[in-house]
């Protein structure tokens, strides 16, 4: 057994959580370069959590330029155990309505201008990612999401595309028909492949804003419409996260999906062909083999 973190990524609004002690932001420096912001730290119902915002503060980084390798990898030097992400999503789905949360249990990955791996030369390693998100966390979440009062729909295929404009008409009718996609939104790539690498357990809950541009009753996606929306979800996400330490507990047992132990059989490079400097980078991500 050992002790619960967890780490929620999100927006500014997911870090006001009534009854959180100890309540500090800390700085974490990492070999990747410097996280998003400083990381809100403190404790509910007797177990850590931290807070990190994915854009910063102000929400000064975009989708594509967010330090996304820091971000993970400076959780992990704080000693969290589970992340679970919080982010703003389309719909391609007339059931998966605006205000609606869904439990993402798949992605596919569009994104093309982020740096996606810790690992490579000096020391390359191949993660499986066939199921990215972790059930058990997904549980979690879809708990706590019905206990809150919120509609949340459990499963859902996430599109993760680069931005920073939204999907034309026929990219939305793509996605939507002949991909199976579900929600579409632009964060969580590379985020849940490099907790994955780090031996994190993830679940990523899609607030949903806008029905995209593939609706023909909802016209184009403005971001007005989406703001307006964030806000009534803020609430809605607070309810969720601040409900997460009851159901996970102060202690945990190993991942019985084996997220905490991705790494097991997935470095390929010998040990003595590894690169001294890119073996010290990955101390805290992949430490626990090294």
Known sequence: MTQTKIGIIGGSGLYEIDGLENARWTPVETPWG????????????????????????????SPSTVPYRANIDALKRLGITDVISVSACGSFRHHMAPG???????????????????????????????????PRLGD???????????????????????GLQFSSVAESKMYRDSWGCDVIGMTNMPEAKLAREAELCYASIAMITDYDSWHPDHGVVDITQIIATLTGNA???????SRLPALLGPDRAPCPHGCDRALENAILTAPDARDPEVIAKL????????
């Open 34 to 61: 410097d996280p998003s912001d400083a990381i809100l730290t403190g404790t509910l119902n007797g177990v850590e959590m931290a807070f990190l915002p994915r854009h910063g503060r102000g929400h000064i980084y």
């Open 100 to 134: 609606d949360f869904v439990v993402v249990d798949q992605f596919i990955d569009r994104t093309f201008a982020r740096e996606k791996s810790f690992f490579g030369t000096g020391c390359v390693a191949h993660v499986s990612v066939a199921h990215p998100t972790c």
């Open 140 to 162: 979690a979440c879809e708990s706590a999401a019905h206990d809150a009062g919120i509609t949340v729909h459990r499963g859902g295929t996430y599109l993760a595309m680069e």
């Open 235 to 241: 609430d809605k996400g607070r309810a969720l996260v």
């Open 283 to 290: 101390d805290a991500v992949a430490g626990r083999v090294l």
